[in-house]
Nanobody, 124 residues
């Protein structure tokens, strides 16, 4: 199982980007999914999460500007980022909790699966 993030790039302040994260491989179920970011020289921080039922949570710094969504059929999670600010500059990582079928048909939980990160740079 791999998570592939894409959609990052260079954008001017006030602009928009849409990040995508697609899960490859056979899974049994997708549970909580989210986006995190790690600014230069800082620790990784939560940006937004979404449950299997569609409940969302956001960091205060992005509320009203970012929207997280998911498409379970496509095994994907998205992050629409509007009104971008220079302080949003960071590497963005997707994260997912999921289950898959083991060799004997048992359901195995795999938490904290991470994508490779995609760079977002916002110029002032």
């Amino acid at each position: 199982v791999q998570l592939q993030a894409s959609g990052g790039g260079l954008v001017q302040a006030g602009g928009s980007l849409r990040l995508s994260c697609v899960i490859s491989g056979t899974i049994f179920s997708l549970n909580n999914m989210g986006w995190y970011r790690q600014p230069p020289g800082k620790q990784r921080e939560l940006v937004a999460t979404i449950t299997n039922g569609g409940s969302t949570d956001y960091a205060d710094s992005v509320k009203g500007r970012f929207t997280i969504s998911r498409d379970n059929a496509k095994k994907a999670v998205y992050l629409q980022m509007n009104s971008l600010k220079p302080e949003d500059t960071s590497v963005y990582y997707c994260n997912a909790d999921l289950t898959y079928l083991g060799p004997l048909g048992t359901v195995i939980a795999a938490k904290d699966n991470w994508g490779q990160g995609t760079q977002v740079t916002v110029s002032s």
